[in-house]
């Protein structure tokens, strides 16, 4: 069925696991995903972001998860990812989506809070959840001063007052993640301490990771034997993500690595196959490729088979 996060946050927050959230695109990123969590029986979110909307058009996202659902008798929340202003979070509310993230963290702390409010009320009077962002998700440069994080990282203080102000349901976090494959130049870190922080100020708040792709090599030396051309991505590393998933990170955010993974395939399948072209002979391996993704990060990661 289509499901609410309520119940699915409420048993991880205290618990050794957390909750996948995958950005969904088309059809075969929709099945990939869903069969994965289907074998694992593990709880699932699917979100779609304002680009997924333009590039699909909303009603066929809808009608995909739709049609996965009512395939596979999967649970699914579907979540709008980043919703910038109150208008998309409002479409999306009636569109039926059980769950929209505000994203306001570009905004100064009380106008981020009045709009995360005025999204919680639409919202919580239709019984969907919301998901807000508190610090602005470094960037590669941001990791090299370590001046620049307490500037752009989530103040723990802050978040305390953003939650009770707002009534939001779950908060996205700025502890050194950032969006895509390039997240760190050196080391990757986390700042934990500030995770424990937070988690300790706020412990009945779910809180959510953001750019937690890990850029895993295998699917980034597979794009680059056949043709690609992506050196030096790197992701946060899966352990610790593991580790995070222990002080209160109840939903962690992935897409760059559906794109890895399927982009690697099909530029495999294309590659050895030139005299292919039915879209149907590589979209299909893509699909699998995600599958096997998603299964591993919900296994190994996430420790979410099974919950
Ligand atoms: O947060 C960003 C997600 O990866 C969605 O990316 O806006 O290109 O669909 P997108
Ligand atoms: P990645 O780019 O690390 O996959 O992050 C995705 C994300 O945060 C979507 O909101
Ligand atoms: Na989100
Ligand atoms: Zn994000």
Do not use: W
């Amino acid at each position: 069925a289509l499901v609410t996060t309520k119940e699915m946050f409420a048993k991880a927050i205290n618990s050794d696991y957390a909750i996948g959230a995958f950005n969904v695109n088309n059809m075969e990123i929709i099945q990939g995903i869903v069969e994965a969590a289907q074998i694992e029986n593990a709880p699932l979110i699917l979100q779609v972001s304002a680009g997924a909307r333009k590039y699909a058009k909303p009603i066929y996202l809808l009608k995909l998860v739709e049609a996965a659902i009512e395939d596979t008798g999967v649970d699914v929340a579907l979540h709008l990812d980043h919703g910038e202003d109150f208008d998309i979070c409002k479409k999306c509310v009636d569109d039926g989506f059980t769950s929209v993230m505000v994203d306001g963290s570009k905004h100064p702390f009380e106008e981020n809070i009045a709009l995360t409010k005025q999204v919680v009320d639409y919202a919580h009077a239709r019984g969907v959840v919301v998901e807000a962002e508190l610090g602005k998700l470094a960037g590669v440069e941001d990791n090299i001063k370590v001046d620049a994080r307490s500037a752009t990282f989530t103040d723990p203080d802050e978040a305390a007052e953003f939650v009770e102000r707002t009534g939001v349901d779950s908060l996205a976090i700025a502890i050194g993640t950032s969006h895509g494959a390039y997240k760190f130049k050196g080391e990757p870190y986390l700042d934990f301490e500030r995770l424990k922080k937070i988690h300790a100020l706020i412990p009945d708040t779910p809180l959510v990771l953001h750019g937690a792709s890990s850029v895993l090599r295998e699917f980034v030396d597979r794009c680059n034997e056949f043709g690609g051309e992506i050196p030096g991505a790197q992701g946060v590393p899966e352990d610790m993500i593991h580790e995070a998933v222990n002080y209160g990170i109840c939903k962690v955010n992935v897409d760059t690595d559906l794109r890895l993974a399927m982009t690697a395939e099909i530029r495999r399948v294309l590659t050895e196959h030139p005299e292919e072209f039915d879209p149907r002979k590589y979209l299909g391996p893509g699909r699998d490729a995600i599958t096997r993704m998603v299964q591993h990060k919900i296994r190994d990661m996430l420790n979410a088979s099974g919950t």
